[in-house]
Nanobody
């Protein structure tokens, strides 16, 4: 079972930046893609970004395109999400996820999930 642990969440002012990290452990050779999802207060979980684990293909939600950057360090089994120009509507619990299938935006493609890290954007 792949284990995922997120870190880097916190409180940031609108317009600020934050970088999330996700450390993967266990049988990571089975991972084909990794992604970030988020769930805001009173909202359903939504896709944020994804990356093919061996390669450079990335996918972004329209709401974060141009502001967020997903990247990965395969050697260290670590996934990152660089978030710039943060807005109050980015406030959510951010979840890291790993897929053994393929890269995509549907949550049912991902078999492994972290516990989440809170990001709050407020002045």
């Amino acid at each position: 079972q792949v284990q995922l642990v997120e870190s880097g969440g916190g409180l940031v002012q609108p317009g600020g930046s934050l970088t999330l990290a996700c450390q993967a452990s266990g049988p990571t050779r089975s991972v084909a893609a990794m992604g970030w999802f988020r769930q805001g207060p009173g909202k359903e979980r939504e896709f944020v970004a994804a990356i093919r684990w061996l390669g450079t293909y990335t996918l972004y939600a329209d709401s974060v395109k141009g502001r967020f950057t997903i990247s990965g360090d395969n050697a260290k089994n670590t996934l990152f999400l660089q978030m710039n120009s943060l807005k109050p509507e980015d406030t959510a619990v951010y979840y890291c996820a790993a897929s053994e299938l393929l890269v995509g935006s549907r949550s049912n493609l991902y078999q492994h999930w972290g516990q989440g890290t809170q990001v709050t954007v407020s002045s």
